[in-house]
T-cell receptor, first 116, second 111 residues
Framework: KAGVTQTPRYLIKTRGQQVTLSCSPI?????VSWYQQTPGQGLQFLFE???????NKGNFPGRFSGRQFSNSRSEMNVSTLELGDSALYLC???????????????FGPGTRLTVL | KQEVTQIPAALSVPEGENLVLNCSFT??????LQWFRQDPGKGLTSLLL?????REQTSGRLNASLDKSSGRSTLYIAASQPGDSATYLC??????????FGQGTRLTINP
């Protein structure tokens, strides 16, 4: 079974631009969550989607948004990029059999975003 | 607010040693705790998941324990190998469906 895939793997943008990152979950997984990883802040939760609905959102500004499609693929968008948005963006998918609390998260390889 | 702490931040041991990585959390109202490894520049690989009702989980040379009442988990690695070198992260899952991560322990196994 294929794992979580993320595209693109690397991205270089300049301040003020916007960017869209894509995540394809493991087949059959309906929950997708996004995390930002930086050396200073570590891994921080961005948002989580289930069946095309955002279930939870972290403490990030409104410039960060996301969506999920009917095939469970998810995208996140960052508008008006700032230097501090440079990070590794990771998405994770989970199956949620037997209730949320039993669900192991499987992570993709991440998208490395550099903002110049 | 949940806070997850991992000690030590870095650890270097010779090959073959058994070692323990520590993780503590401030709020015991968790659904589960998951241990991951991360190789430089890569994503996270899930190692073990312990449900809140469980005390431990084992996979090969890895054993993870959970003491929810004291807010602690340990990851035991037996007979360490150079390929075990990576950053190890623990994360707790709370009701809001988000994982709260520790800052990780960077492990180096010296041949």
């Amino acid at each position: 079974k294929a794992g979580v895939t993320q595209t693109p793997r690397y991205l270089i943008k300049t301040r003020g631009q916007q960017v869209t990152l894509s995540c394809s979950p493991i087949s059959g997984h309906r929950s997708v969550s996004w995390y930002q990883q930086t050396p200073g802040q570590g891994l921080q939760f961005l948002f989580e989607y289930f069946s095309e609905t955002q279930r939870n959102k972290g403490n990030f500004p409104g410039r960060f948004s996301g969506r999920q499609f009917s095939n469970s693929r998810s995208e996140m968008n960052v508008s008006t990029l700032e230097l501090g948005d440079s990070a590794l963006y990771l998405c994770a998918s989970s199956l949620e059999v037997g209730g949320r609390q039993f669900s192991k998260r499987f992570f993709g390889p991440g998208t490395r975003l550099t903002v110049l | 607010k949940q806070e997850v702490t991992q000690i030590p931040a870095a650890l270097s041991v010779p090959e073959g040693e058994n070692l323990v990585l520590n993780c503590s959390f401030t709020d015991s109202a968790i659904y589960n705790l998951q241990w991951f490894r991360q190789d430089p520049g890569k994503g996270l690989t899930s190692l073990l998941l312990i449900q809140s009702s469980q005390r431990e989980q084992t996979s090969g040379r890895l054993n993870a324990s959970l003491d929810k009442s004291s807010g602690r988990s340990t990851l035991y690695i037996a007979a360490s190998q150079p390929g075990d070198s990576a950053t190890y992260l623990c994360a707790v899952l709370q009701g809001a469906q988000k994982l709260v991560f520790g800052q990780g322990t960077r492990l180096t196994i010296n041949p």
